[in-house]
């Protein structure tokens, strides 16, 4: 038991040397990571500002029943994310249309809502600019569907209306007929509520900025495996049978190395607390699930990022095989872009991969749902990985 501290001791002096280099190669991945993740979230989630159709209105006379039926269209949220409705002088929005400043006049009659409440139905003319563009045919379109729905709800007004006249009770027809119009006015009017909204997200339960930010968080912490390349270096294999004479195996010399991994990293892990705090990422109500899912995120780095120095012949290829690996695990699991663009089998694939537990790991940022069982087990299973591989190469050498 006293040559395994003497031994875990010397090692954690090693790999505590190397600390200025660990700060500078995390520096250095935050950077990296930070500029490619931002630039591939702004070519996929473009920010800017849609464009609205302005439309001018051109009545003769400011009906009040009129001016109250735009004030609610106004406020439908289908209607105001699209159109913006301003009311004009009938010079003006025609001049205003034929340089393009505007999308549509509608010449609105007097009485328009009273006409289509007594069944007159005035028309609404609508003027669109000379020549076709996306927004003149989508105007044209809701139109269309607008008189379509009126004349809809009219005919079934005036269907009723001519059964009750066949009837003996006509002197009802007027009364039964404004209770119809009240009828589709409400079914107009709670046209919102009539569909179930489902918001469907590539990013899960993490806005854009979230998904990204944990996606980049992730990838630095693969990357940091690289700046422990000194002491992580495959030993030779006089060394290690001269360990295991002292009773220090196999599976104990690749625990000793990924315990200087994690400690390396358990020193790391304060200040991004501390910049997730400041910048108010962080909160008090999800601090217990992200210290949990944090710590099995580093465990399974520590043993990941052996596996892979125990696999490479040098220290150089063992950089080598962490960035190139680490790209490519990453980009499967939906680091860069998410995994609900690829083909069904590659998402299937990426959200089994243990970069996408790393990913939620770090969203539970905001989710406040740690993420633990399956990065232990990945981390288990680079174990065994690591101590077969050096297992097979002293058998090799033999």
């Not at 950077?31 to 473009?46: D, R």
């Not at 339960?205 to 000194?230: H, K, M, N, V």
């Not at 601090?287 to 892979?308: G, K």
Request: include cysteine; charged fraction near 15%.
């Amino acid at each position: 038991m006293g040559r395994f501290f003497t031994y875990i001791t010397l090692e954690w002096k090693r790999a505590f040397l190397l600390l200025p280099q660990f700060f500078l190669g995390g520096v250095i991945a935050v950077i990296f990571v930070s500029v490619l993740t931002f630039s591939v979230s702004k070519i996929l989630h473009p920010i800017e500002d849609r464009p609205k159709a302005t439309i001018a209105l051109v009545m003769q006379e400011s009906s009040p029943l009129f001016q109250t039926v735009m004030a609610y269209v106004k406020e439908i949220e289908s209607v105001s994310s699209f159109c913006s409705f301003e009311q004009m002088e009938k010079e003006e929005a025609l001049r205003l249309l034929d340089s393009r400043r505007i999308s549509a006049v509608f010449l609105v009659p007097e009485r328009q809502v009273e006409s289509i409440l007594d069944g007159t139905n005035l028309p609404i003319h609508v003027l669109l600019p000379s020549g076709s563009s996306l927004t003149s045919a989508l105007i044209l379109d809701l139109t269309n569907a607008g008189g379509l729905v009126l004349r809809s709800a009219q005919a079934g007004v005036y269907s009723l209306s001519d059964i009750y006249k066949e009837q003996p009770i006509p002197e009802n027809v007027d009364s039964l007929s404004w209770i119809l119009n009240l009828e589709n006015l409400q079914f107009f009017a709670s046209r919102e509520e009539l569909f179930c909204e489902e918001t469907v997200s590539a990013t899960g339960d993490l806005t854009i900025r979230q998904y990204y930010l944990s996606s980049s968080l992730a990838f630095c912490l693969l990357l940091l495996g690289i700046p422990c390349a000194p002491f992580l270096k495959t030993d030779n294999l006089a060394f290690q049978r001269k360990l295991a004479i002292y009773g220090l195996k196999n599976y104990i010399q690749i625990f000793v190395k990924a315990s200087s991994v994690f400690l390396l990293l358990l020193i790391f892990s304060p200040v991004l607390f501390l910049l997730l705090f400041y910048f108010k990422i962080l909160t008090l109500s999800t601090l217990p699930a992200f210290s949990m899912s944090f710590f099995f995120i580093l465990l399974f780095i520590s043993f990941y990022t052996v596996l892979l120095f125990e696999f490479a012949p040098t220290k150089t290829a063992g950089i080598y095989f962490i960035f190139l690996f680490s790209l490519f695990l990453h980009f499967l699991s939906g680091g860069f872009l998410p995994s609900p663009f690829f083909p069904s089998v590659i998402e299937n694939v990426g959200s089994l991969l243990p970069s996408s537990f790393m990913i939620k790991g770090i969203g539970s940022f905001a989710t406040a749902v740690p993420t633990t069982l399956p990065l232990f087990c990945y981390s288990l299973i680079c174990y065994l990985l690591s101590v077969c591989i050096r297992i097979f190469k002293k058998e090799d050498s033999q």
